[in-house]
């Protein structure tokens, strides 16, 4: 079986009570408690400003599978952001610096995963973590 | 006053993989200033099928807006009991506005930035009646 982790450890000290939480999560195929995903697909762009982008596609051999999304935008001005859209629904915004984690679940096959830059042209890396998806035929 | 976040992203799949290791400090909106407000964290038992809120975005101090930085952070902890069952097959579906974002099955966690906006509420449905506790937290400007 493939094994994949992802650790997170979470601190704070706004509370007057210090906060460290920690998790770690092993990842595997939808509905299953002991096959781990076994494919990812992973990448590194420039998106300039202002268009819509579809970072990953849904695909209906998709639909209901787990799929575990990393996305860090790497810009080093933390002006400059992306909007992070699942579906035409706003996500949220990854500023410069910033990580987002989440496992990103295709219900359908509109629910693909799209980006917008602003301020500037932003430099994002990514890594999907997924399963069953098979190449397309050629000429497709 | 501040808040970090590190992740480390470790697997075999392909043999070129070297692993993901990054960090961010939690910082107000296109500054360097750090999140000064926390909703707490917290904790909530679900035991059947049915959508709740997790996050009212109209009932936090947060301010209603798109531009501001939040970033919440949810983690199926399994069934709650001592030790805890952590179940891999059973999930917890997220929402923002009733569109879903993914499953958090057994241990799994997530961290998001999103939008304040109120309407915008983070929602949680268990795919079974099986009793699930989830921890979470928004730390926000």
Avoid: C
């Avoid at chain 2, 070129?16 to 990054?22: C, E, K, M």
């Avoid at chain 2, 909703?39 to 009212?56: H, Q």
């Avoid at chain 2, 805890?84 to 929402?95: L, N, Q, R, Y």
Wanted: proline content about 2%; charged content about 20%.
């Amino acid at each position: 079986m493939a094994t994949t982790t992802a650790a997170v450890t979470l601190s704070s000290d706004l509370l007057s009570g210090s906060l460290s939480v920690t998790g770690s999560s092993t990842f595997m195929k939808a509905g299953t408690t002991a096959d781990g995903l076994n494919q990812m697909r992973m990448g590194r762009n420039e998106i300039p400003t202002g268009t819509s982008f579809d970072l990953l596609d849904a695909t209906a051999s998709g639909v209901d599978k787990a799929n575990k999304v990393y996305i860090a935008n790497l810009s080093t001005d933390n002006t400059y952001y992306v909007i992070v859209i699942i579906d035409a629904k706003v996500i949220g915004r990854l500023y410069g610096g910033d990580w987002m984690f989440l496992p990103w679940n295709m219900d359908d096959v509109t629910h693909d995963l799209e980006i917008t830059a602003y301020t500037g042209t932003n430099t994002i890396e990514w890594v999907k973590f997924h399963e069953n998806e098979t190449l397309l035929t050629q000429g497709d | 006053m501040a808040t970090t976040a590190t992740i480390s992203i470790a697997s075999d799949i392909m043999t070129s993989f070297g692993g993901i290791s990054n960090s961010m400090t939690l910082t107000e909106a296109g500054g360097t200033q750090d999140l000064k407000e926390t909703t707490g964290y917290s904790r909530k038992k679900l035991a059947s099928a049915s959508k709740v809120d997790l996050f009212v975005m109209a009932n936090t101090s947060v301010t209603s807006a798109d531009n501001v930085a939040a970033k919440v952070f949810i983690k199926n902890i399994g069934n709650g009991a001592t030790p805890s069952i952590i179940a891999k097959d059973k999930g917890v579906k997220v929402f923002i506005n009733s569109v879903e974002l993914g499953i958090l099955y057994g241990g799994d966690w997530l961290m998001v930035p999103v939008s304040t906006v109120d309407a915008e509420d983070i929602e949680v449905q268990p795919e079974s009646d099986d009793a699930v506790v989830l921890e979470y937290v928004m730390f926000y400007q």
